[in-house]
């Protein structure tokens, strides 16, 4: 004979299914959540701008997420997934597809490589096959470690060049540089800590400022007013400078965090275009975060931004388009 099931604990078996039912769905939505209204604030206090970073792989995530709910038939969690979907999406489209500008009819192009090899990266042939199937005009590379002394391998389709002086760090030595198919003429360091390499360079649309800059990681991985302090010195250089400037680099920050803004708005820099992402390499493109930033002035259009082939390194490198600004 059965023993039946009392009506009180029936009752609270079910009360416990539907309270497991309702807080799995809320402990998948909360993260993503909260990176979206972080990324949608514009808050620049830290633990906000490190939630702001990561927009793009939130919203991977979050659409694979609803997917499995509709498989699931759970529409109300994939209604809920979607809801959340949104919100990243606004919050992403700034980074991911700012204005290009619009591009003076007839005028040339110039083609840039920009890189952050790693410094721990010992990979030439990787390297020299990257830049030789981007067939870029301009190559700025930065964290040049252990294959700075090569060089000449790296850049032999490239006549002009200049580079920094070795600079310690934990990983190692790094330089950076900028080599070209033009004549170039280096702009002059400031001693203001803020690791960079410039050139004006003789191009076809005329004199043409390139920089390649890396700015430190975000707190708590180091001080908290260091990005701050280079993004300030940063605009000190761009105030010095006349004529179409390019800003290329690792900035550790998308362009639409705390960082990417104070670089627009002290600048009056415009980032390209930042999708697919590029760091780390290991994830997919589309779900990795976009800290290797191209800026340009707004006499500058963007014809193109794509990521170029692998080259050894933890990030990806971005292949840009640009052109003369139409008036």
Do not use: C
């Not at 906000?48 to 991977?60: G, K, R, S, Y």
């Not at 800059?213 to 105030?239: M, Y």
Request: charged letters at 15%; hydrophobic letters at 50%; a positive charge.
């Amino acid at each position: 004979m059965t023993t039946p099931v009392q009506p009180q604990t029936q009752g609270w078996r079910a009360r416990a299914r539907r309270w497991v039912v309702a807080v799995i769905p809320l402990s998948l939505f909360g993260a993503p959540l909260a990176v979206g209204l972080a990324g949608l604030s514009g808050v620049g206090h830290r633990w906000i701008d490190i939630l702001a970073q990561f927009t793009a792989p939130a919203l991977v995530a979050t659409a694979l997420l609803a997917s499995g709910f509709l498989i699931l038939r759970r529409r109300r969690w994939a209604l809920a997934a979607s809801v959340v979907l949104a919100l990243l999406l606004v919050a992403v489209w700034p980074q991911w597809f700012p204005a290009r500008g619009t591009a003076e009819a007839g005028a040339p192009l110039v083609r840039l490589y920009s890189a952050n090899l790693w410094a721990r990266n010992t990979d030439v042939d990787a390297i020299t096959a990257s830049i030789r199937a981007a067939d870029a005009d301009i190559v700025v590379l930065i964290e040049l470690g252990g294959v700075a002394s090569k060089l000449d391998k790296l850049l032999a389709t490239y006549p002009h060049w200049v580079a920094t002086g070795r600079m310690d760090r934990p990983t190692g030595p790094v330089r950076s540089v900028i080599a070209s198919r033009y004549p170039l003429v280096a702009i002059r360091d400031r001693p203001d800590g803020l690791h960079v390499v410039g050139a004006t360079v003789r191009s076809p649309l005329g004199p043409l400022n390139v920089m390649g800059v890396h700015l430190t990681r975000p707190w708590p991985f180091q001080e908290q007013w260091g990005q701050i302090e280079q993004a300030t010195a940063l605009a000190a250089i761009r105030e010095d400078l006349t004529g179409p400037v390019v800003v290329v680099g690792d900035f550790n920050s998308v362009s639409s965090a705390r960082i990417g803004r104070q670089v627009q708005r002290d600048t009056g820099l415009i980032p390209a275009p930042g999708f697919p992402g590029t760091w780390p390499s290991a994830l997919p493109s589309a779900a990795a975060v976009t800290i290797d930033q191209v800026y340009r002035s707004p006499d500058l259009a963007v014809i193109s931004r794509k990521l170029g082939r692998p080259n050894g390194s933890d990030h990806r490198p971005v292949v840009t388009e640009i052109t003369r600004a139409a008036d």
